[in-house]
């Protein structure tokens, strides 16, 4: 079904010198409560976005929006944002609606390469140190995976959940999901505590992206060309997105049942993707921040499963209860070699 209604596609277009249309093609990637239309025009090629209810905030797309063109003027690899003709706005509201038109930029996906995990690494240096010292006109949002009381809601209610979703588990089965989410909040709460007392609370707090993981990027062979999705922005220690990087550049998985993947992570992804960090001119990882850097994952890794679980029973197409075991296996793997982890980034042999 074509996302935009056909007069709606007029009036927004109408605002915006982008040559004469060609083609319009439907872009499957990300939310689809923000469908997203690729333009092909005799002037290039367009990715027009309806902002998804909920993130339609004017304040906070300004916020966005004023982060993401600090970093175009200084030659940041991210999509261009386009402004309307009239008044040269970066956002168009129309209708009680946001839209956003951006230049389309062609990649690939994540290849799992520790030259692209390296790469990954470096770019984020560079977004940090382009944002170290970006005052933004509007409020940033703050708020983290880090001891959020959302997470330790949701993992309260992910056995019910995963009950309801598999209409109803016998009690054999239903305790033992209750026994790995208790496991869970209980490690998820010595993470929190074994951060905070590395001193997180004092370290300084700049913008950071939030979200950065393969999805938010596109690549030419082992080369970020494009980071994108810069919504999750917020006001947080840096580390926040060094570990939850490293974790995601480094994770293992693959097939249908969760149950089967592996434990650990890929130690030469999650050891480029450090590297390429360390690289950046200015930005090399504190001692402190790499010995939080294992809590800090084991955080991220259970935010990201438990509030999906928490409110569906399932994670994407996967089973509750088998994703949530396989994150179990997980984090006790980071937790048993946390230390082996930060000897391996400071050279030393795992």
Known sequence: ??????????TVLSHYDAGVIESIQTFPRGSRKAP???????????LLKRRAPGKDDPFKVAFCHAMQLHLAQRQFPLPRL??????????????SRIYELFEFIHGVDYDRSPQAATDAGKTLGLFHKLLRDFDPPYEPPGGSYHGAKQVSAALERIPDAIGQAGRNLEEPRHKHVRQVARCLRDWYGQAFEAVNQLGFEDWPRQIIHSDWHPGNMLFRGPRVVAVIDYDSARLQPRIMDIANGALQFSLLGGGDEPGEWPEGIDLERFRAFLHGYDTVPECVISRAELRAAPHLMIEALI????????????FNQYEGGAFLGMIQ??????????????????????
């Open 36 to 46: 997203k239309l690729v333009l092909k025009t005799d002037v290039g090629l367009y």
């Open 82 to 95: 386009i402004g309307t003709r009239r008044q040269n706005n970066s956002m168009l509201q129309h209708e």
């Open 1 to 10: 079904m074509f996302p935009f209604e056909p007069q709606e596609l007029a």
């Open 303 to 314: 935010a990201e499963a438990a509030i999906p679980l928490g409110a569906t029973g399932r």
């Open 329 to 350: 296996r997980k984090v006790r793997w980071i937790l048993d070699h946390a230390q082996a982890l930060v000897n391996l980034v400071d050279g030393e042999s795992y």
